[in-house]
């Protein structure tokens, strides 16, 4: 068997509105809740199960996830019809712009728990087959 990351907890002031956000933004489903957990699952099968938690206890962490071409565009509007501040750069020193890191697109924004969440249209060290 191959090693392969199943699911995450991730801690939010709110599970249900931290897991409604992301599923919004990247046009998947809220599952289930089961226990204290309100899962969204990612088309690899990977679970993000969010957990509410005393807001002084969430230390920030970053996720990404890399879309197609047509999920980006889509997310990107959601994000901006929302009024959702956004960034080229995971340091905030290029607001209201996107990236093109690997010949893609990328954006930074967070969640309502103030996680740093990114969508990417290329993996990170990114190469058209043939080029060197």
């Known amino acids: 068997m191959s090693v392969a990351l199943n699911h995450t907890i991730i801690h939010s002031r709110d599970n249900r509105e931290s897991a409604a956000f992301l599923a ?13 957990f309100v899962p ?3 088309a ?11 807001a002084a206890s969430i230390t ?3 996720y990404a996830f890399l879309l197609s071409e047509e999920e980006f565009d889509a997310a990107f509007e959601k994000i901006r ?3 959702i ?3 080229a750069d995971p340091h905030g020193k290029h607001p209201g712009e996107i990236n ?3 010949g893609g697109r990328g954006v930074y924004f967070t969640d ?8 990417i249209t290329r993996p990170y060290g990114y190469q058209e087959d043939g080029a060197s």
Not at 48 to 54: E, I, M, R, S
Not at 112 to 119: S, T, V
């Open 81 to 83: 019809s929302a009024g």
């Open 112 to 119: 309502p728990a103030g996680h740093g969440m990114e969508i």
């Open 40 to 42: 969204v699952e990612t």
């Open 60 to 62: 920030p962490q970053h």
């Open 100 to 102: 093109h890191n690997d």
């Open 85 to 87: 501040a956004y960034w």
């Open 44 to 54: 690899n099968g990977v679970t993000l199960d969010f957990a509410t938690v005393p």
């Open 24 to 36: 919004h933004v990247l046009g998947l489903r809220v599952g289930t809740e089961w226990g204290p």
